[in-house]
């Protein structure tokens, strides 16, 4: 019997994950299914529990439900609750378990692609959402020295600093001494130069400028606002380059986009399913040649 996994979230038109996770399936001769399940909300509930079916083997869960997929689940791992956020489901026997692969995505994007050490840097979040969880998580963690979020919705900032603040002065936490400075500011700060002034990173962690999303050729953030020598990135992959990243390079900015941490979380996603190492480069190069057209 063939296996399946999926992606659950909506809309994933846009979405290259069927593509290169099923490189790295056939890269193994694995008779597995990576497909699309485009879900609406209320629907949400049913396509999670047709999780629990013998063919099916886990799940990527994607925009809106990161969040809204936790109490359906029944368990969720430490680093998955401490964010707040699920992008990965695996079925254990007849249980459906819940992970976070995009901490990891966006260190190792950051690091190995980015070539940029957050250690002692000022940075500001745009987003508040499942994503941006993930990243506020992993900039904690790596002990930069100032985090700011702005969101849209001001509550959901205010509520990501307080848990991000609360996580960096636990003691229990493992952290090292350097304590990071952690603000929310309200979506109106966006158009102020002074909010990116003396910052480094600068991470879009909202759907804006998605392609196939009502914010399709839009960029959170001015021209003028952006500043040179520092490093933008934006979550959103497709398009390539997104306009956000146009406008940075315009600035004179260094620029990062989201296919790196979308090729590195799946690749965790990957072995958490078939217990096996990610064929990272293969999925790099298929993701590219979905996304560009171009076959390499
Ligand atoms: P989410 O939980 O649904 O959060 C969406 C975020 O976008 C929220 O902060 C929301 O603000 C904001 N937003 C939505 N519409 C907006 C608008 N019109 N104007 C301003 N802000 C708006 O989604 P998510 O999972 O965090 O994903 C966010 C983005 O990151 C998506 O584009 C996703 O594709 C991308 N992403 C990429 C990777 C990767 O590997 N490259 C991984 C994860 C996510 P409110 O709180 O005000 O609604």
Request: glycine share 8%; net charge neutral.
């Given at each position: 019997?063939?296996?399946h996994v999926g992606l659950i979230g909506y809309p994933i038109k846009h979405s290259i994950s069927p593509y290169f996770q099923q490189a790295a399936l056939d890269y193994y001769q694995l008779d597995i299914r990576y497909e699309a399940w485009e879900t609406v909300p209320?629907?949400?509930h049913d396509t999670v529990n047709d999780l629990r079916k013998p063919q099916n083997i886990g799940a990527n869960v994607t925009v809106p439900y990161k969040e809204t997929v936790l109490p359906l689940l029944d368990e969720v791992d430490e680093l998955a609750n401490l964010i707040g956020a699920v992008n990965t489901i695996v079925k254990k026997g007849d249980r459906l378990l819940g992970f976070n692969?995009?901490?990891?995505g966006f260190s190792e994007a950051l690091d190995k692609e980015g070539h940029f050490d957050p250690e002692g840097k000022r940075v500001v979040i745009l987003g508040a959402g499942g994503a941006a969880k993930a990243v506020g998580f992993a900039l904690v963690q790596k002990n930069v020295n100032s985090l700011v979020i702005i969101n849209?919705?001001?509550r959901r900032a205010q509520i990501l600093a307080d848990s991000l603040t609360s996580y960096s002065t636990d003691s229990?936490?493992?952290l090292e001494t350097i304590k990071t400075k952690i603000a929310a500011l309200p979506w109106e700060s966006l158009d102020s130069?002074?909010?990116f002034s003396h910052c480094h990173l600068i991470i879009n962690c909202t759907t804006m400028g998605m392609k196939h999303s009502p914010q399709e050729g839009q960029s959170p953030l001015r021209l003028e606002v952006i500043p040179r020598g520092a490093l933008v990135c934006d979550l959103v992959y497709n398009p390539w380059p997104t306009p956000l990243l146009e406008l940075a390079r315009k600035a004179g900015a260094d620029i990062l986009g989201g296919l790196p941490m979308l090729v590195y979380q799946g690749a965790a996603s990957?072995?958490?399913w078939?217990?096996?190492e990610a064929p990272v480069d293969i999925m790099f190069t298929k993701a590219k040649e979905i996304l560009t057209g171009v076959k390499r």
């Amino acid at each position: 019997m063939s296996r399946h996994v999926g992606l659950i979230g909506y809309p994933i038109k846009h979405s290259i994950s069927p593509y290169f996770q099923q490189a790295a399936l056939d890269y193994y001769q694995l008779d597995i299914r990576y497909e699309a399940w485009e879900t609406v909300p209320a629907q949400l509930h049913d396509t999670v529990n047709d999780l629990r079916k013998p063919q099916n083997i886990g799940a990527n869960v994607t925009v809106p439900y990161k969040e809204t997929v936790l109490p359906l689940l029944d368990e969720v791992d430490e680093l998955a609750n401490l964010i707040g956020a699920v992008n990965t489901i695996v079925k254990k026997g007849d249980r459906l378990l819940g992970f976070n692969s995009d901490l990891y995505g966006f260190s190792e994007a950051l690091d190995k692609e980015g070539h940029f050490d957050p250690e002692g840097k000022r940075v500001v979040i745009l987003g508040a959402g499942g994503a941006a969880k993930a990243v506020g998580f992993a900039l904690v963690q790596k002990n930069v020295n100032s985090l700011v979020i702005i969101n849209r919705t001001f509550r959901r900032a205010q509520i990501l600093a307080d848990s991000l603040t609360s996580y960096s002065t636990d003691s229990s936490s493992g952290l090292e001494t350097i304590k990071t400075k952690i603000a929310a500011l309200p979506w109106e700060s966006l158009d102020s130069q002074e909010t990116f002034s003396h910052c480094h990173l600068i991470i879009n962690c909202t759907t804006m400028g998605m392609k196939h999303s009502p914010q399709e050729g839009q960029s959170p953030l001015r021209l003028e606002v952006i500043p040179r020598g520092a490093l933008v990135c934006d979550l959103v992959y497709n398009p390539w380059p997104t306009p956000l990243l146009e406008l940075a390079r315009k600035a004179g900015a260094d620029i990062l986009g989201g296919l790196p941490m979308l090729v590195y979380q799946g690749a965790a996603s990957f072995k958490l399913w078939t217990g096996k190492e990610a064929p990272v480069d293969i999925m790099f190069t298929k993701a590219k040649e979905i996304l560009t057209g171009v076959k390499r």
